[in-house]
């Protein structure tokens, strides 16, 4: 029972344009979600956050937006760089839980 | 560089051994939490300590893993006879308080079980 979808497994962009990277969940206790982003051989490091009292938090050229009715939550680079090419993972977590539970990953590359 | 250390880097075993895998947190962070990624699969929790106590080990997959945290600090892993599907990254990461502080991941120990 996967709780956190991303039914991506990868995305490919332009240098300059946007990436758009989707995460669907099916819990609707879920009240905090964030995005990680991991690189080969390293462990996933936090990008963005968003309660669920929001709509959008933005930093620099992150974007995020939840979409509560539809359980859905977007991020979007812009522009995108070479050097965002990674594996970027959605996460949820519900308020009386302590457990971060992750999507599958999404595999952006970012062409020149 | 005080992020959060993992040790063996990569570990190899025959099956049936036993493995310990080793976590340093970032200083002062009090929770603690284990995941692990398979081939191609996404972060799997395994478990979580708040201090020294796990209140949540729902995600161990069998009574062969085992975890414990001294000194609300170094947390082990341990797996006992390890089987082939053992195979995986397991990532240690740590958070200033609960999970509403981003967590802290080290760059995991690669388990081999051959």
């Known amino acids: 029972d996967q709780q956190v979808k991303q039914n991506s497994p990868s995305l490919s962009v332009q240098e300059g344009r946007i990436s758009i990277l989707n995460c669907d969940y099916t819990?609707?206790?879920?009240?905090?979600f964030l995005w990680y982003k991991k690189y080969p051989a390293e462990g996933p490091t936090f990008l963005i956050s968003i309660s669920s009292i929001k709509d959008k938090n933005e930093d620099g050229r992150f974007t995020v937006f939840l979409n509560k009715s539809a359980k859905h939550l977007s991020l979007h680079i812009v522009p995108s760089q070479p050097g965002d090419s990674a594996v970027y993972f959605c996460?949820?977590?519900?308020?009386?839980?302590?457990?971060?539970?992750f999507g599958t990953g999404t595999r952006l590359q970012v062409f020149p | 560089g005080a992020g959060v250390s993992q040790s063996p880097s990569n570990k190899v075993t025959e099956k049936g051994k036993d493995v310990e895998l080793r976590c340093d947190p970032i200083s002062g962070h009090t929770a603690l939490y284990w995941y692990r990624q398979s081939l191609g699969q996404g972060l799997e929790f395994l478990i979580y300590f708040q201090g020294n106590s796990a209140p949540d080990k729902s995600g161990l997959p069998s009574d062969r893993f085992s975890a414990e945290r001294t000194g609300g600090s170094v947390s082990t892993l341990t797996i006992q006879r390890t089987q082939q599907e053992d195979s995986a990254v397991y990532l240690c990461a740590s958070s200033l308080d609960r999970i509403n502080s981003p967590l802290h991941f080290g760059n995991g120990t690669r388990l081999t079980v051959t």
């Open positions: 819990n609707s206790m879920f009240d905090y």
């Open positions: 996460a949820a977590s519900a308020h009386n839980t302590d457990k971060l539970i």
